[in-house]
């Protein structure tokens, strides 16, 4: 499926897979679309879904709660495409290309440690070093081998 986004700085498209955040295709192709917490709390990366149908993910989330449902109001870190979708997103937004666009790496979680009640720190080893030496991405996504992908928001670690 293909995602459009309309802008204040212009129109951009990514693919989005079955079942894949909008939040999630968008940052992978290198669109710097509004996050903070990705999941469902903040509401910074409210979006007007304008043509299209998205699964609209975490029906209680705190964020949705104080959108414009009617009007259209999705959050795309929750909301999955079911359809080719055209969103408009409210907020200042680019398209990072070349070497320093977002890459997957895979990596071995060496440890982890409750920094606080919900608050956790990983530290994984990634099997090829990044051509920064350090995560450029905003978040990243653990796979815990059944089938679900917590997330970790804002890494902090290097990789070096
Ligand atoms: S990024 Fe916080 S609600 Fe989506």
Known sequence: MTVTVQTPEGVFEFPCANGETLLHAGLKAGVSLPHECATGTCGTCRARL???????GWEDSPALAKLKRDKGDILLCQARAKSDCL?????????????????????????????THDV???TISLSKPSHTGNFTSPSIALNNGRGNAPRANHPTSSNS
């Open 87 to 115: 969103v408009r997103v409210p907020a200042k937004v680019t398209r990072t290309v070349g070497e320093d666009a977002p890459a997957n790496f895979k990596g071995t979680l060496n440890k982890s440690r409750l920094l």
């Open 120 to 122: 956790i720190e990983f």
């Open 50 to 56: 304008r043509t299209g149908h998205v699964d609209i």
